[in-house]
T-cell receptor, first 115, second 107 residues
Framework: EPEVTQTPSHQVTQMGQEVILRCVPI?????FYWYRQILGQKVEFLVS????????KSEIFDDQFSVERPDGSNFTLKIRSTKLEDSAMYFC?????????????FGEGSWLTVV | DAKTTQPTSMDCAEGRAANLPCNHS???????VYWYRQIHSQGPQYIIH???NNETNEMASLIITEDRKSSTLILPHATLRDTAVYYC????????FGTGTSLTVIP
């Protein structure tokens, strides 16, 4: 069964460093997403991406975040200068279409620890 | 925009049916009801979705009331591995998680 894969599964980084989280969405999907979950809190939407553009972003997704589809298979989330509060599980997701009726499938997550 | 309302937690005996309710009284005509679950801190796992009709798949059944203001997810024979947080999401053009229901399956 096709699945969304994410790397790394866990990364520890020093405050102020840049981090890139990588995702391979399901191959025929066109819409890509990043969500995050701070420990003990709910899953929060960060950004959605389609046709090489951000289609929607939340207030959390500020200038320190960026997303990119560098090639035909990968989808990345970059955090430019990490802060302690960026420590969280980051989930990549993908779907065939954009709106309701198109199921969103999630990866297993990348656990980011900022020290 | 009100999201969905679910009980914070529920218990279910192993082997029995788990019935998880969800209130989505503000649902609009084009919004589907989706159910996901999250085991520990793993990625949210898709379970089932529906618009108006009841749905069943290999994991669960979804019962949607005629007025579409509420639904129930049914796990027919709960196992210990079904212990998870279950999220009911109304999905139109936005997809947001609430706090879900923490289901504990008891041996």
């Amino acid at each position: 069964e096709p699945e969304v894969t994410q790397t790394p599964s866990h990364q520890v980084t020093q405050m102020g460093q840049e981090v890139i989280l990588r995702c391979v969405p399901i191959s025929n999907h066109l819409y890509f997403y990043w969500y995050r979950q701070i420990l003990g809190q709910k899953v929060e939407f960060l950004v959605s991406f389609y046709n090489n553009e951000i289609s929607e972003k939340s207030e959390i997704f500020d200038d320190q975040f960026s997303v990119e589809r560098p090639d035909g298979s990968n989808f990345t989330l970059k955090i430019r200068s990490t802060k302690l509060e960026d420590s969280a599980m980051y989930f990549c997701a993908s779907s065939e279409g954009q709106f309701s009726g198109n199921t969103i499938y999630f990866g297993e997550g990348s656990w980011l620890t900022v020290v | 925009d009100a999201k969905t309302t679910q009980p914070t937690s529920m218990d279910c005996a192993e082997g029995r049916a788990a019935n998880l309710p969800c209130n989505h009284s503000t649902i609009s005509g084009n919004e589907y009801v989706y159910w996901y679950r999250q085991i520990h801190s793993q990625g949210p796992q898709y379970i089932i979705h529906g618009l108006k009709n009841n749905e069943t798949n290999e994991m669960a059944s979804l019962i949607i009331t005629e007025d579409r203001k509420s639904s129930t997810l049914i796990l027919p024979h709960a196992t210990l591995r079904d212990t998870a947080v279950y999220y009911c999401i109304k999905f139109g053009n936005q997809f947001y998680f609430g706090t879900g229901t923490s289901l504990t399956v008891i041996p």
